[in-house]
């Protein structure tokens, strides 16, 4: 295939509910991005997590999605589709000799110390990456798989946030790939997932920051090229608080009720920076006004009141 110079952005929602405006606002960045360039863009669901998503959502997130006028060419596996992928990479981090089973428990772990990245992320002080095999045998329980993470420096150039760096041994520790029900977690497929789909740019929550260096470091690992990032702010209420799926007027099933697409995005487009005048606008029509340096880096506190009378 020829090398394409054209950017491939992505949408990978959780599709555990209903989208709240933080997910609209972090899709429609991703999307002004790519096809400000004429790239484009990959869906894929991340249920990882079966208890907690299902096909219901997704289709709503899909039809609302295209509501908003987010289009994408192409929708890759669900994630609770792609186990054999995932056991595939697994397998060949596990033959690097980079993986070792852990036994901790969340209780012990949690003991140790307070969680030390912005998502919560506990430093794993490396209890279990060097017990012998008969220690391992007298655990009578199935473990969680950690890679192991060197002592060094990784530094995301975000789009947005400016330079971020991590050492994740001193920040984060070995991380767990495999959890102990068997469950491939977050950090091994998105990293499988992009890669494979020739994902170039990443935009996505600010929270998602800190996940970029075990990514970057798993790319790494695995042969897939770094993509660029671009970490969007997190929406905030007026209190400070961070809007979540709780605060059901932020979500799409009451605004889809209440307003018309254009006065969600405008309502965005001049919170961000990207208009100055809060007037209705398409997805379409905000292509023209795109650009990352009129974006703002800063949490947003969206003008609701502007949405639903
Ligand atoms: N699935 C995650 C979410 O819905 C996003 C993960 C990512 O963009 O890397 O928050």
Redesign the pocket.
Known sequence: MPKTTKPIGRF???PSGRMHLG?VFSFLIAWLSVRSRGGRIVLRM?DLDTHRTNLENARILREDLLWLGLDWDEETPPQSQRDEVYQEYFQRLSDMGLLYPCYCTRNQLHSVNAPHLSDGTYLYPGTCRNLTDAQRKAFDRTPAWRVKVPDRQWTVEDLLQGTYTENLKDDCGDFVVRRSDGMFVYQLA?TVDDGLAGVTE?V??CD?LSSAPRQMYLQELLGFPHPVYGHVPLLIAPDGRRLSKRDKDMDLGYLRAHCAPERILGMLACACGLTHRQEAISAKELLGEFAWSKLKADPICPDISALVP
Do not use: D, K
């Open positions: 990978a929602p959780t997910n991340e998105v990443v996505r929550g998602l």
